[in-house]
């Protein structure tokens, strides 16, 4: 499996932004699919998770109520909706697939390249 996100960019504190992750190669539809981010001089952490029927979701404290992922497993792609952005979430974001949702990065057997999120004060 290979993963692509794209939807990074620049936006100011209070603004939307919507990444997207492409992926190729079979079976898709029964990948647990999810998004790791890492900002400059921190840890790789958990943001969000979905089960391969999309009908579990998991989210990291720091995003809840904010951040939505969903699935298209007829596309193959992944979404994270990301609201009320805050400084702090800037970072790279990941889109990884894997055995099982959840926090765990070893659940992800496959990580794609990382898209830039920076959010301005």
């Known amino acids: 499996v290979q993963l692509q996100a794209s939807g990074g960019g620049l936006v100011q504190a209070g603004g939307s932004l919507r990444l997207s992750c492409a992926a190729s190669g079979r079976a898709f539809g029964s990948y647990a699919m999810g998004w790791f981010r890492q900002a400059p001089g921190k840890e790789r952490e958990f943001v969000a998770s979905?089960?391969?029927?999309?009908?579990?979701?998991y989210y990291a404290d720091s995003v809840k109520g904010r951040f939505t992922i969903s699935r298209d497993n007829a596309k193959n792609t992944v979404d994270l909706q990301m609201n009320s952005l805050k400084p702090e979430d800037t970072a790279v974001y990941y889109c990884?697939?894997?055995?099982?949702?959840?926090?765990?990065?070893?659940?992800?057997?496959?990580w794609g390249r990382g898209t830039l999120v920076t959010v301005s004060s």
């Open positions: 990884v697939a894997g055995r099982a949702p959840g926090p765990t990065p070893a659940y992800y057997d496959y």
């Open positions: 979905i089960s391969w029927s999309g009908g579990r979701t």
